[in-house]
């Protein structure tokens, strides 16, 4: 059994990630637009790739995760959007997006509380870096959701607010 | 038969500051930026004369503060009567270069700017002696 962090830790983090994984998977399959499938199909072999880091770190392993490219991946996505019309989304859709922020915001402060509680450098290092791309994740589905929202309702939605300044700090921008 | 050709003037700002390079964006904000030890993003309103309307910060602290809601940025732009922004953030690790992923989110912001009307005239990258500016280095759509 690993000493990196408890292993029910472990055992959530994988399930989280297998859920996470088989949901944009699921999101690709629905989705009408080519770009956005694209990054949704990212995201998920994200998810796996996390999961095998995890299972690494579970035994002892020092575990090797090829940074998220998702990003950069996404930037030509996001030009054709800007010069097409605004993607169609439904409530259904709409709501599968809240449910992704959820998502990736619950795996990030997962891993940050784990980074924070582990006593093992190698692994305080691996959660950082989980941290980090979950907090990617998250900042992807915003902007699809926001382009998915189009101009009115931007201007209308007020369910946004200032971010909290007191979050604790990464030590690389 | 000659075309005339309409010479379009930039607008002139009535605002005390105006945007002339990523210089005058750097010298605005490089007290506010110098010797922070965590990323900060800042957002400056332009006005058609790349006059300074004034600037706000958007985020700073733990998780990367260049990834914000695209909602805080251009709402905030918006209200503040900007028809242009400069975005700005500061790296700690004192090297101005920018990233693959500074790229990625200078690109998205500029494609959500556009589709809102308030294009991202600038991207800058601030350290305590130095900066880089996506639109100097010509890594922006040029805008305004």
Known sequence: MSTTAP????????????????????????????GIRQIFNSLADDELRHSEALRQLEQDVVPVLKRTTVLTDARNVFADMARQAFLAVGQDEAALYRQALVMETSSRDLYQAQARQTKSKSARKMFLLLAQEEERHRFLIEVISDFSAGPEAWLQRKEYERLDDSREPEPEN | MAQSREVIEPRQSKAEVVVDSPEDVFLLLAAKASGLDHAHLWRVDLDLGNGVLGYELIASGGHDARMVHPLLIFRGAQAAGAAKIVLVHNHVSQMPAASDEDQAITDIMAAFGDSRGIPVYDHVIVTKTAYFSFKEAGRIAAQG
Do not use: I, N, S, T
């Open chain 1, 7 to 34: 292993q029910k830790v472990f055992e959530f983090a994988l399930k989280m990630e297998a859920d996470g994984e088989r949901f944009y998977r699921a999101l690709a399959a629905d989705c009408k637009d080519r």
